[in-house]
């Protein structure tokens, strides 16, 4: 394989894989993986034969995630929990009914535009088209853009 790295397994560890392909760095931030003190891998563009292409990020280590926030980014992914360079623990994650301060309302008469201290509280409105709606003043907010 001239001109490409082996990616070693982890021993201890999350896997997040089947990340649509381009989403992986975004998912990467929003976790706040790039002020990690361990290993982080973002494999993207990986070839996969049911999604066509695919991202991957693998943590060596083991550390508490939101899965609501993955899931808003992409439900399809799924989460490998390893240990001894086992997987012992295999999540499939779905489109959150509910999230708390992801997604911000850009409804200025919305008490969070005036009050901030008031959490952003979002119920999932339609799964097909992926729209929220502020639990406050009832705003929309469509294709959900971390």
Do not use: W
């Not at 973002?42 to 609501?68: C, F, H, L, P, V």
């Not at 008490?111 to 952003?120: A, D, L, V």
Request: aromatic letters at 4%; hydrophobic letters at 35%.
């Amino acid at each position: 394989m001239k001109g490409q790295r082996l990616v070693n397994s982890i021993e201890k560890g999350i896997v997040i894989d089947h990340i649509r392909a381009g989403l992986g760095v975004k998912l990467f931030h929003f976790l706040k993986l790039d002020n990690a003190d361990f290993t982080v891998v973002i494999i993207s563009g990986a070839e996969s034969k049911r999604m066509g292409r695919k991202d991957i990020i693998k943590i060596q280590n083991m550390i508490d995630i939101d899965y609501t926030v993955i899931g808003l980014i992409d439900h399809n992914a799924t989460i490998s929990i390893i240990e001894d360079g086992e997987i012992t623990e295999k999540k499939k994650l779905e489109l959150p009914r509910r999230v708390e301060n992801v997604i911000v309302c850009k409804n200025p008469r919305c008490i969070t535009s005036t009050e901030r201290q008031i959490p952003h509280v979002f119920s999932l409105q339609n799964a097909e088209t992926r729209t929220y709606r502020c639990d406050y003043c009832e705003d929309h907010v469509r294709g959900i853009e971390i």
